[in-house]
């Protein structure tokens, strides 16, 4: 086994729900000064993509592979996890927070390579107290919530989710850092994922912030990242959402409460990830550790309870959320939000630090997939991704190494990625990509080198590339076990 030193230990942060543009160092109002120091002595991705809503993208980024479709479920035998890979590299591996994948013998992460795991194993639950019935409106379910092996049914009266996944992240650094291997943490916060919990002195930092509203605040980010450099001057910002309400005739009052929760739930997790980042450099270990950290999908757009101000943001009592001006307003200056295959739904925030290893205050604007982050990882670690496992035919990695860039560098990335999720598409090819939103019901195609923000649709002006790139489109969406006969747009 290759020495410690040689093999850098792994670190993978990941939100739930959370913009494009929510964090400083992305031209956002919140609070984040753990990551704006990440993004400052590391580097910052302005093409990363995840996968628009919550189980693809945490199938994808344990496996490498696109989310199949079908019998099966999204995590299967025929397939590898992180946690396992790096177990075979030699890695001690820990999951903290939502895994949103199962729960049984085949699907649990206890059984699939995580050698310490305390979490979330359902998609979304009460911050202060995981074992709360949700609303009639919710779906009244009580959400699984375990321990290595053993479920867990009660938690202290000072409980938050935020801070207790850091706990354990923070638990497990310190026991892998007293052995020789290095280790891999996986630490998946629920935040900013409604219910919109947090705490009162984290949300009275933004109360009364927001009552410029979602279109003042989507401007004002736009020049921000503009004046950044994470965005191209040429383009506009994209117009209002079909399903965003007008600001005038809102509740005011209602409406930034709910903005001031969820940057607060934001804020709340900067501060424990600046935590977890004093008990790395505290346990020696700093230098030999690439921190990674993203989100899920792009801002949620759903409203369960509707937008009565009777359903208050902030106490476990109660269970909102931000709604579909706020989710859309939070991934400017894209279009759409989570479940959408426009950018808005699938590009993602993404912060690479490392020290002596990565250059500082870098920004690159090379094109990343989360499918990537199993090849980058093998390499680091000196492992290979295996054809069999437990006596299973393993399916061949998808993604490709992220290390050239993470050295400063390029390289010939994905000839096409592609998308799918609740009837919307995409497939890009190079700075062209062609999307289809299924509440327009037609395919749309753009050049992203001349309009990210998915202005300007080209599809009449191209009908051979439309038709080449949705042949190419359901011939993936086939590989992956969809049932393309049941589709439109064909």
Known sequence: MAAKVSRPNII????????????????????????DRMAREGMRFTQFYNNAKCPPPRASILTGLYPRRGKGGLLRTNMVTLGEAMKLAGYQTSLSGKWHLGSDETTHPFKRGFDEYYGLLDGACNFFDPKQRDPKYKGAR????????????????????????????????????EKDEPFFL???????????HA????????????????????????????????????????SRDSRAYDWASAN???????????????????????????????????????????????????EPGGRSPKIIPGPKEFYAAVGPSWGWAQNAPF?????????????????????????????????????????????LAGGK???????????????????????????????????????????REGKWKLVWDKLDKRWSLFDLEADRTETNDLASANPKRVVRLKKDWFAWAMKCGFNIDKLPGR
């Open 335 to 379: 279009r759409r939000y989570k479940k959408w295959a426009h950018e808005g739904g699938i590009a993602t925030p993404c912060i690479a630090w490392w020290p002596r290893q990565i250059k500082a205050n870098s920004i690159t604007k090379e094109v990343g997939h989360i499918i990537d982050f199993m090849p980058t990882f093998l390499e």
């Open 142 to 177: 009580i959400r699984k919530f375990g321990e290595n092996d053993r479920e867990l049914f009660e938690f202290p009266k000072d409980y938050y989710t935020t801070d207790a996944f850091t706990d354990h992240a923070i638990k497990s650094l310190n026991k892998f850092s």
């Open 12 to 35: 993978l942060i990941m939100c739930d729900d959370m913009g494009w543009s929510d964090i400083g160092c992305y031209g956002g109002e919140v609070q984040t000064p753990t990551l």
């Open 186 to 196: 996986h630490v998946c916060y629920t935040a900013p994922h409604y219910p919109l």
């Open 252 to 302: 005011h009052d209602h409406e930034d409460l709910r903005m001031a929760v969820y940057a607060a739930m934001i804020d709340s997790m900067d501060q424990n990830i600046g935590r977890l980042m004093a008990a790395l450099k505290k346990s020696g270990e700093a230098d030999n550790t690439l921190v990674l950290f993203l989100s899920d999908n792009g801002g949620c757009a759903e």
């Open 199 to 238: 705490k009162p002195e984290d949300i009275a930092k933004y109360r009364g912030k927001f009552k410029m509203g979602w279109n003042k605040m989507r401007e004002q980010r736009h020049k921000r990242m503009k004046e950044m450099g994470l965005i191209d001057p040429k383009w506009k910002l994209s």
């Open 385 to 427: 991704y295996p054809a069999k496992y437990k006596g299973n035919d393993i399916l061949p990695v998808e993604g490709k190494s992220l290390l050239p860039i993470l050295n400063g560098g390029k390289r010939r990335g994905h000839d096409q990625i592609a998308w799918q999720w609740s009837g919307n598409r995409a497939l």
